[in-house]
């Protein structure tokens, strides 16, 4: 062996971490650090991590939809799976949406915005039209196409948070003059939440709200107007609240828990099916609410069915994927260095956390019964295809992060090359090598030393 190799073997040993009494195993914990260190610094976590989570969020919310729903599609004559495809095909269909969403470069969302937003407010004067127009619960905000029925309002705080990056990014330099601030923000953002709140949709509209406050916050607009749109905003909502007696029965109800007739049961309800489930639950698909006792099971209340079947272990892990989410959201809007996308990131992702923020703190009783469904995980195709499609539109701007698209093809690259290796087929033995000279040498000769203390011979 040359001097050479000699010291290469040595080097390559003093690296080997080598087990002893202490930690038979090696340093198995500084190699797990270093690991979810590098993970954590990779350019391509938020790409790989908007899919994890993502999928995770619509599995969970497909298998929750069919254990909430079959009792109620069983007693109706229809088949316990009934609820099941319905949502897993809007589940197809948002697949296909997200897909395209991701494959679409940032640059067409910002040239398409003013038209994404125009349809977005065309499609939601339908409600409005006789005839289309739906009327559920005394709020108009859906239209029914045959037997389907839609939300508008859903598409429309993407088709929003889509124009409000494009318009905030475009102004940004100016948005600390009162004139360029106004125009065009206040009457796109005013058309947009006074058409929903005409269908007398106060959740959707509180929503729509903090999707405009997210987007104008990351923008960079002076505190002061900030604060000052928040104030009117506020004032708005007091003034809506109050010249609603529904509203204000709703706000009476929570702050006193007296309740004239069954104005509480859904509340209670809820409540009740969350003290059931205790630390691990009843069992999934072993709910007693869904056996009728609370309404909408399925829908707005579908996180109190969580925690009845799969106790608090199971809404403390739900809340773990949308804060999993929301860390995800905020490491690309410091990440991106791209105003459009920033700004729209902040308004999806207001959006989102915001709307699951709401309806988990309805049902938990710490604020009124506000009708919003919880993302990804309500049943309802409308607001499923807005969220997967905004999810796309996520993982469209986490592939354009500094240095994302070279660490996701790198990583592909390696994947193609590990499916490329394929084993030898049995039963056939390897051809032999053949030797690098001409000459052959026995199996049983030996190198020949040519004396006391002398290195043996090499080949030449």
């Known amino acids: 062996m040359r001097m050479e190799d000699t010291r290469r ?49 619509i599995s969970v919310g497909l298998v929750m939809v069919l254990s909430s729903s079959s009792v109620g599609n069983i007693s109706r004559g229809d088949s316990g799976f009934a609820g099941l495809l319905r949502q897993g095909t809007f589940a197809g269909m948002g697949l296909v949406a997200l897909v395209v969403a ?15 937003f125009a349809l977005g407010l065309a499609l939601q004067c339908l409600v409005h039209v006789p005839g289309l127009g739906v009327e559920v619960y ?41 004139f360029h601030l106004i125009i065009p923000l206040l009457p796109g953002a005013g058309a947009a939440l006074g058409l929903v709140i005409l269908g007398h949709d106060l959740g959707t509209t509180l929503v729509m709200a903090m999707l405009v406050a997210g987007a104008v916050w990351v923008s960079g607009v002076p505190r002061r107007w900030f604060v000052v749109a928040g104030l009117a905003g506020t004032a708005a909502v007091i003034a809506l609240t109050i010249s609603s007696g529904n509203r204000m029965a709703r706000i009476d109800n929570w702050l006193h828990g007296t309740c ?44 109190a069915i969580i925690g009845e079947e799969l106790g ?11 804060t999993a989410l929301a860390l995800l959201m905020f490491r690309m809007i410091t990440r ?20 699951a923020f709401v309806n988990m703190m309805v049902v938990t009783g710490l604020l009124p019964v506000i009708g919003v469904p919880l993302p990804f995980i309500s049943s309802g195709g409308s607001a499923l295809l807005a969220s997967m499609t905004a999810l796309g539109v996520l993982i469209s701007f986490a592939r354009r992060e500094p240095g994302a698209a070279k660490a ?23 051809p032999a090598k053949r030797p690098a000279t001409g000459t052959t040498r026995s199996s049983s000769s030996r190198p020949r030393r040519s004396g006391r203390g002398t290195a043996p011979s090499r080949r030449s």
């Open 336 to 355: 991106l260095d791209d105003h459009f996308m920033q700004i729209t990131v902040a308004g999806i992702s207001a959006w989102l956390l915001g709307q």
């Open 408 to 430: 996701i093809g790198a990583r592909l690259s390696s994947v193609r090359s590990s499916i490329s290796v394929l084993p030898a087929p049995r039963g056939r033995s390897a």
């Open 138 to 178: 005394g709020n108009r905000n859906w239209i029914q196409i045959g037997s389907q029925r839609l939300q508008p309002s859903e598409f429309l705080k993407l088709a929003l948070a889509v124009w409000l990056g494009a318009v905030l990014a475009m102004k940004r330099p100016l948005l600390h003059r009162p």
């Open 9 to 57: 073997d040595a080097r390559r040993s003093a690296e080997v971490v080598r087990p002893d009494e202490e930690h038979p195993l090696g340093n198995i914990g500084g190699r797990v650090r270093l690991g979810v260190g590098s993970w954590l610094k990779s350019p391509a976590l938020d790409f790989y991590g908007l899919i994890v989570v993502g999928s995770l969020l």
């Open 260 to 303: 004239p007739g069954d104005t509480c049961l859904q509340s209670k309800q809820g409540m009740m099916g969350l003290a059931e489930g205790g630390w691990w639950g009843v069992g999934l698909g072993e709910s007693r609410q869904k056996w009728g006792r609370l309404p909408a099971a399925e829908d707005d209340y579908i996180f």
């Open 312 to 322: 608090l272990i199971g809404t403390l892990g739900v809340l773990a994927l949308f």
């Open 102 to 116: 991701a494959l679409m470069p940032p640059g067409f969302y910002r040239r398409a915005a003013w038209f994404l």
